[in-house]
């Protein structure tokens, strides 16, 4: 993958977080549990875009992400250096590949 899909109408902002640790929580424990699946992914930004934006404290000190309006996503996906790489899957989608 290159980039990420547009944002749902009832999803103003995109999050990118900062830590693997924080993605593999949010995949595992909350997208599981919302949807039945969870996938961590790992990718480069330009620093010029993020350069734009605040870091965010979303909960714990450990929570760190990025609030990326729908409306920059484009933008956003311009500033991605090369792949979007998925580099762990939990609930449905782990379980039918293993």
């Known amino acids: ?11 103003p902002i995109f999050y990118p977080v900062l830590t693997e640790a924080y993605a593999v929580q949010i995949a595992r424990d909350w997208n599981v549990q919302a949807s039945g699946s969870g996938f ?12 734009g934006y605040r870091v965010e404290h ?3 000190r450990a929570h760190l992400e ?15 250096v090369g792949e979007i790489v998925v580099t762990a899957a939990f609930g449905k989608i782990a379980e039918s590949t293993t």
Do not use: H
């Not at 993958?1 to 999803?11: A, I, N, S, T, V």
């Not at 990326?68 to 933008?75: K, N, W, Y």
């Open 1 to 11: 993958m290159r980039e990420f899909p547009p944002r749902l109408p009832d999803q």
């Open 58 to 60: 979303a909960g714990s």
């Open 66 to 80: 990025y609030w990326i309006p729908a409306e920059d996503l484009p933008q956003f996906n311009k500033a991605i």
């Open 40 to 51: 961590v992914t790992r990718f480069e930004v330009l620093k010029s875009f993020l350069d």
